[in-house]
């Protein structure tokens, strides 16, 4: 009989947990993934419980008692979550049980996930071989019935598969198969936040080769899909545009992943030693959370996954035999707004990803080549992408390299990643190009030329902060010159 203990640092947790539920004459179980990564000897983030009783009851106790904030998340199966601050885990699931504990058990996705031990710890209860298959690196289902239960699952599938590092049992991969034009029924914030799991992981691109092994690839991201054996110009290493958005996702996980592995990894630690300075800044930009967890590094990874997507709509054939996709940047950044919306994803997080996506060819296009941008051109970019301009550069970097594949060469990558560097370098510390001194405000425009508020007075003050940049104007009585020039018509750009 396989034992399991979980971490000791939960143990003063646990012991408030088991006073709640003596209280309430229940007997809570650990269940699911906390059983499994108990087994696995994993950190712990979430403590998954289930009671033979008032489950929605005693999660609210529990959330009184740890100072917690209770969540309903299921009425009909009586499944609550309680979000901690602090303790040990962020939330503990609370569950009633379906029947029995081993019906309970057998109703759950997969084997490994179909554990259940005391929270004190102990003999665990296993009736799907779970422990066997956690040993074995193998995820497979309970009955194909359970598939059916909830589409979710064909995606969670894959995502356990990915994080764990373990292979699907043939039989569970063909049964995903079979259902996978089915995943879509699942509740578009599920898939979301799945898809998000998945673009987390350091390999998120060998998760998505195996989210299309399953047929869900086509089904979750048509659009994606729509690249296959579309052929592209010869310098993308003879990949179809699916093959190269693929491409692009495992750059930006070797650029991102704490140690990146395999014979390409060299090319994460040229990039960031060519960011130099900026390499510790950049890391923490892409660790920052946009929204509800997701941080932007999941966000880039999935722009990296649009970035031409519109290819294949755009696709035509020059009178020279040349093949060009005129406008697929802005046709692609309206289709990623469309995708993520489609999946509830927040308004910041549209806005990121479409942005990246219709500016995705900019950073190499802010110069001539062997020439450095313009400080008109340089302010132009920070302007136009904001809080996106360190995450375009880095696509700018990945699209460049999964379009040249194995033939990218040390020195090539050098290059490109060391002008990236001076891009943000000189956006960050030449004065005037992200944040110049304001020199007037729209007051003082309507007051010196008798101007009534509206699109006019933001003209003239969008003129202004250009000029700042450029260098044209440096002090308060040349702003005022300028901005009278510029309303009488005497300079325009």
């Given at each position: 009989?396989?034992?399991?203990?979980?971490?000791?640092?939960?143990?003063?947790?646990?012991?408030?947990?088991?006073?709640?539920?003596?209280?309430?004459?229940?007997?809570?179980?650990?269940?699911?993934?906390?059983?499994?990564?108990?087994?696995?000897?994993?950190?712990?983030?979430?403590?998954?419980?289930?009671?033979?009783?008032?489950?929605?009851?005693?999660?609210?106790?529990?959330?009184?008692?740890?100072?917690?904030?209770?969540?309903?998340?299921?009425?009909?199966?009586?499944?609550?979550?309680?979000?901690?601050?602090?303790?040990?885990?962020?939330?503990?699931?609370?569950?009633?049980?379906?029947?029995?504990?081993?019906?309970?058990?057998?109703?759950?996705?997969?084997?490994?996930?179909?554990?259940?031990?005391?929270?004190?710890?102990?003999?665990?209860i296993d009736p799907a071989g779970g422990a066997a298959d956690l040993a074995a690196g193998v995820v497979r289902?309970?009955?194909?019935?359970?598939?059916?239960?909830?589409?979710?699952?064909?995606?969670?599938?894959?995502?356990?598969?990915?994080?764990?590092?373990?292979?699907?049992?043939?039989?569970?991969?063909?049964?995903?198969?079979?259902?996978?034009?089915?995943?879509?029924?699942?509740?578009?914030?599920?898939?979301?936040?799945?898809?998000?799991?998945?673009?987390?992981?350091?390999?998120?691109?060998?998760?998505?080769?195996?989210?299309?092994?399953?047929?869900?690839?086509?089904?979750?991201?048509?659009?994606?899909?729509?690249?296959?054996?579309?052929?592209?110009?010869?310098?993308?290493?003879?990949?179809?545009?699916?093959?190269?958005?693929?491409?692009?996702?495992?750059?930006?996980?070797?650029?991102?992943?704490?140690?990146?592995?395999?014979?390409?990894?060299?090319?994460?630690?040229?990039?960031?030693?060519?960011?130099?300075?900026?390499?510790?800044?950049?890391?923490?930009?892409?660790?920052?959370?946009?929204?509800?967890?997701?941080?932007?590094?999941?966000?880039?990874?999935?722009?990296?996954?649009?970035?031409?997507?519109?290819?294949?709509?755009?696709?035509?054939?020059?009178?020279?035999?040349?093949?060009?996709?005129?406008?697929?940047?802005?046709?692609?950044?309206?289709?990623?707004?469309?995708?993520?919306?489609?999946?509830?994803?927040?308004?910041?997080?549209?806005?990121?990803?479409?942005?990246?996506?219709?500016?995705?060819?900019?950073?190499?296009?802010?110069?001539?080549?062997?020439?450095?941008?313009?400080?008109?051109?340089?302010?132009?970019?920070?302007?136009?992408?904001?809080?996106?301009?360190?995450?375009?550069?880095?696509?700018?970097?990945?699209?460049?390299?999964?379009?040249?594949?194995?033939?990218?060469?040390?020195?090539?990558?050098?290059?490109?990643?060391?002008?990236?560097?001076?891009?943000?370098?000189?956006?960050?510390?030449?004065?005037?190009?992200?944040?110049?001194?304001?020199?007037?405000?729209?007051?003082?425009?309507?007051?010196?030329?008798?101007?009534?508020?509206?699109?006019?007075?933001?003209?003239?003050?969008?003129?202004?902060?250009?000029?700042?940049?450029?260098?044209e104007v440096t002090d308060r009585a040349q702003a005022l010159a300028w901005v009278r020039r510029r309303a009488?018509?005497?300079?325009?750009?």
């Amino acid at each position: 009989m396989t034992t399991v203990r979980l971490p000791d640092a939960l143990a003063p947790l646990l012991a408030r947990i088991d006073a709640v539920a003596v209280e309430r004459g229940l007997r809570p179980l650990a269940v699911g993934g906390s059983v499994r990564d108990a087994l696995r000897g994993a950190t712990m983030r979430d403590l998954d419980i289930a009671v033979d009783g008032d489950a929605l009851a005693f999660a609210r106790s529990l959330a009184d008692a740890l100072d917690g904030h209770f969540v309903e998340l299921d009425d009909v199966h009586a499944i609550a979550r309680v979000a901690l601050d602090s303790g040990g885990v962020r939330y503990i699931d609370v569950a009633a049980l379906q029947g029995t504990i081993d019906d309970d058990l057998r109703r759950r996705d997969f084997t490994i996930d179909a554990m259940a031990a005391p929270l004190a710890g102990g003999d665990i209860i296993d009736p799907a071989g779970g422990a066997a298959d956690l040993a074995a690196g193998v995820v497979r289902m309970t009955s194909p019935g359970v598939l059916d239960e909830d589409p979710l699952r064909l995606l969670r599938g894959v995502r356990i598969a990915s994080e764990l590092r373990f292979t699907i049992e043939p039989a569970t991969l063909a049964a995903i198969r079979e259902r996978a034009p089915r995943v879509n029924e699942a509740a578009a914030e599920r898939r979301r936040d799945e898809l998000a799991r998945i673009l987390a992981l350091d390999d998120a691109y060998e998760a998505l080769r195996l989210l299309d092994d399953a047929a869900l690839l086509d089904a979750l991201l048509p659009d994606v899909a729509r690249g296959r054996g579309v052929a592209q110009p010869e310098q993308f290493h003879a990949y179809d545009v699916l093959e190269h958005n693929l491409q692009a996702v495992r750059v930006a996980d070797l650029l991102l992943a704490e140690a990146p592995r395999g014979p390409d990894a060299w090319l994460a630690g040229a990039a960031w030693a060519a960011f130099g300075d900026r390499a510790a800044w950049l890391r923490a930009y892409f660790d920052e959370e946009m929204s509800e967890g997701r941080t932007r590094g999941a966000m880039l990874k999935l722009a990296a996954l649009l970035h031409d997507v519109a290819k294949p709509q755009t696709k035509a054939r020059q009178a020279d035999g040349r093949i060009r996709f005129f406008g697929h940047a802005d046709e692609g950044a309206t289709v990623a707004a469309r995708v993520l919306r489609g999946l509830r994803c927040s308004a910041r997080e549209v806005a990121f990803v479409s942005l990246l996506v219709r500016e995705h060819l900019r950073p190499v296009q802010l110069a001539a080549v062997g020439q450095a941008p313009t400080r008109r051109a340089l302010y132009r970019f920070c302007r136009d992408l904001g809080d996106a301009m360190p995450a375009a550069l880095v696509l700018a970097l990945v699209d460049a390299a999964a379009a040249r594949g194995p033939s990218m060469t040390r020195e090539g990558w050098m290059r490109q990643a060391g002008y990236m560097n001076s891009v943000l370098v000189r956006s960050q510390e030449e004065e005037g190009i992200v944040r110049a001194p304001r020199l007037l405000d729209g007051r003082d425009i309507m007051a010196a030329l008798g101007l009534a508020e509206g699109p006019e007075v933001g003209r003239l003050l969008e003129s202004l902060r250009e000029a700042q940049a450029t260098g044209e104007v440096t002090d308060r009585a040349q702003a005022l010159a300028w901005v009278r020039r510029r309303a009488s018509g005497g300079e325009r750009q």
